[in-house]
């Protein structure tokens, strides 16, 4: 069963880059069978997708973010990470990562990590 | 404001039958498989429902899904106090190069 862990800085300033790691366990992240991506929920709101990617594919990008996110991969820790760049008060939320079975890509997330706050705050 | 369309709220009384419902368009819920997911309050979401009606292993068959043109819905039937939670339902859209979305997602409340 995989396992997928988020961590990274709890607090950001305003205008730097927010960066977070997802470590993938019981799975490799260049298997064929799955995609992975990242999804954020502001306090008190709703689920909003980031990005997803599949290995030997293409990566996705939520439009309204595309111009500072950048997802990349360490296969040799098995590790994929966010970098979410000039982020603002808007940008604090519960960010997690998550795998999908791969059957083209969709928004089929299962499992997710435990998710981590990540505040923007002076 | 998201592109997937949910009320946000809804309720029922222990034992009854509620349903929820998701109302996309062409490019997302029309031509793509839709997925709904259960969060239970300070956790991590986690899927109810995958490929409009399938349910994964452990998922109690009071859940069910379906899904007709452009519109999706969640039933729950004989619902329990620990079904109270929010359920967002999800879709692939195909415009802008594909992109996920999900919809505000709808409080569910066990009176």
């Known amino acids: 069963q995989l396992q997928l862990q988020e961590s990274g800085p709890g607090l950001v300033k305003p205008s730097e880059t927010l960066s977070l790691t997802c470590t993938v366990s019981?799975?490799?992240?260049?298997?064929?069978?799955?995609?992975w991506g990242w999804i954020r929920q502001p306090p008190g709101k709703g689920l909003e997708w980031i990005a997803s990617?599949?290995?030997?594919?293409?990566?996705y990008y939520n439009p309204s973010l595309k111009s500072r996110v950048i997802i990349s991969v360490d296969t040799s820790k098995n590790q994929f990470s966010l970098k979410l760049s000039s982020v603002t008060a808007t940008d604090t939320a519960v960010y997690y990562c998550?795998?999908?079975?791969?059957?083209?890509?969709?928004?089929?997330?299962?499992?997710w990590g435990q998710g981590t706050l990540v505040t923007v705050s002076s | 404001q998201s592109v997937l369309t949910q009320p946000p709220s809804a309720s029922g009384t222990p034992g009854q039958r509620v349903t929820i419902s998701c109302s996309g368009s062409?490019?997302?819920?029309?031509?793509?498989?839709v997925y709904w997911y259960q969060q239970l309050p300070g956790t991590a979401p986690k899927l109810l429902i995958y490929?409009?009606?399938q349910r994964p292993s452990g998922v109690p068959d009071r859940f069910s899904g379906s899904k007709s043109g452009t519109s999706a819905s969640l039933a729950i039937s004989g619902l329990r106090s620990e079904d109270e939670a929010d359920y967002y339902c999800?879709?692939?859209?195909?415009?802008?190069?594909?992109?996920?979305?999900f919809g505000g997602g709808t409080q569910l409340t066990v009176l």
């Open positions: 999800a879709a692939w859209d195909d415009r802008l190069s594909g992109h996920a979305v």
């Open positions: 998550a795998s999908g079975e791969y059957i083209g890509m969709s928004a089929w997330f299962d499992p």
């Open positions: 990617f599949y290995y030997s594919g293409s990566t």
């Open positions: 490929k409009n009606n």
């Open positions: 019981s799975g490799s992240i260049r298997s064929g069978s799955y995609y």
């Open positions: 062409s490019s997302n819920i029309g031509n793509n498989y």
